[in-house]
């Protein structure tokens, strides 16, 4: 059974450019994570779907960020314009259930120059 | 406030040599203590899901335990390929609440 994937892998981008990551989760988990790692700190979360329904977007530091996962399978996430503190990688993750082990991908680390 | 402190922060360790990682954590509601394992350059790997005080679970060469206050990851006879970080993260609102990590080294 394939993992959880993400694209790209890394991505360097200027100061003020758009970058759109991608995650697709497990086959079936209708949970779905975004959680962020900026250098020296600690995994933090961004947002939860269900299905396609955001269940929870407390983490999402400002609404440069937007997270879509239209019909309910792969998910975006998209940094518009980008900053040099949004630098870091960027994990996705799925569960099968809300009380799930959460699965989770390589991640996509994000450089900002 | 949820929180999440990992001891130590590294730990070089002789092969065989046993020893404890530390997880202590202050949350509201616990939803499942969770321990992960991450190699450089990917994502956490899932190693145990504990629920309760008193509860234990064991896979190979490590064991975790949980208080009501902190969790233990023992390492048992670690061998080289053990190295790694080892996530802590406690489940609140269905979100993970991570510690930093400790990272373990086993020289061989």
């Known amino acids: 059974e394939a993992g959880v994937t993400q694209f790209p892998s890394h991505s360097v981008i200027e100061k003020g450019q758009t970058v759109t990551l991608r995650c697709d989760p497990i086959?079936?988990?209708?949970?779905l994570y975004w959680y962020r790692r900026v250098m020296g700190k600690e995994i933090k979360f961004l947002l939860h779907?269900?299905?396609?329904?955001?269940?929870?977007e407390s983490g999402m530091p400002n609404n440069r960020f937007l997270a879509e996962r239209t019909g309910g399978t792969y998910s975006t996430l998209k940094v518009q314009p980008a900053e040099l503190e949004d630098s870091g990688v960027y994990f996705c993750?799925?569960?099968?259930?809300?009380?799930?082990?959460?699965?989770f991908g390589p991640g996509t680390r994000l450089t900002v120059l | 406030e949820d929180q999440v402190t990992q001891s130590p922060e590294a730990l070089r360790l002789q092969e065989g040599e046993s020893s404890s990682l530390n997880c202590s954590y202050t949350?509201?509601?616990?939803?499942?203590l969770f321990w992960y394992r991450q190699d450089p350059g990917k994502g956490p790997e899932f190693l145990f899901t504990?629920?309760?005080?008193?509860e234990e679970k064991e896979k190979e060469r490590l064991k975790a335990t949980l208080t009501k206050k902190e969790s233990f990851l023992h390492i048992t006879a670690p061998k080289p390929e053990d190295s790694a970080t080892y996530l802590c993260?406690?489940?609140?609102?269905?979100?993970?609440?991570w510690g930093a990590g400790t990272k373990l080294i086993i020289k061989p």
């Open positions: 993750a799925s569960s099968q259930g809300l009380d799930g082990v959460q699965f």
């Open positions: 086959s079936g988990h209708d949970n």
């Open positions: 779907f269900v299905k396609e329904s955001k269940q929870d």
């Open positions: 949350v509201s509601g616990l939803r499942g």
């Open positions: 504990l629920y309760s005080a008193g």
């Open positions: 993260a406690v489940r609140s609102n269905y979100q993970l609440i």
